[in-house]
Nanobody, 125 residues
Framework: HLQVVESGGGLVQPGGSLRLSCEASGFILDYYGMGWFRQAPGKDREGVSC????????NYEDSVKGRFTISRDNAKKMVYLQMNNLKPEDTAVYYC??????????????????WGSGTQVTVSS
């Protein structure tokens, strides 16, 4: 299984910033695109951003474009999501997973991909 561990969430005021981290466990990150997803209370899980295997392609949903930045460090087996200018509607549990991420696909899970426990992000004054 392509296991991951998310971290970095917390409580932040509107306009604040957080950086989420995703550690790849038990697989070689170099071979996989990675995606960040979120699930707000009462809503389905949705894709937020993804990054291709070599990092040359990144995709963002319109709701986060210009505010969030995805990056990866294959040597450290880490994927990051820098979130700036956070809004209350960004409140959700955030997850990462191995995905297909290229010009054609964005959030299709790779075979064997599994979800971590997620990390809670709460944006509130």
């Amino acid at each position: 299984h392509l296991q991951v561990v998310e971290s970095g969430g917390g409580l932040v005021q509107p306009g604040g910033s957080l950086r989420l981290s995703c550690e790849a466990s038990g697989f070689i990150l170099d071979y996989y695109g990675m995606g960040w997803f979120r699930q707000a209370p009462g809503k389905d899980r949705e894709g937020v951003s993804c990054i291709s295997i070599d990092g040359d392609i990144t995709n963002y949903e319109d709701s986060v474009k210009g505010r969030f930045t995805i990056s990866r460090d294959n040597a450290k087996k880490m994927v990051y999501l820098q979130m700036n200018n956070l809004k209350p509607e960004d409140t959700a549990v955030y997850y990462c997973a191995a995905v297909w991420c290229n010009k054609q696909y964005k959030y299709d899970l790779r075979a064997g991909a599994s979800w971590g426990s997620g990390t809670q992000v709460t944006v509130s004054s």
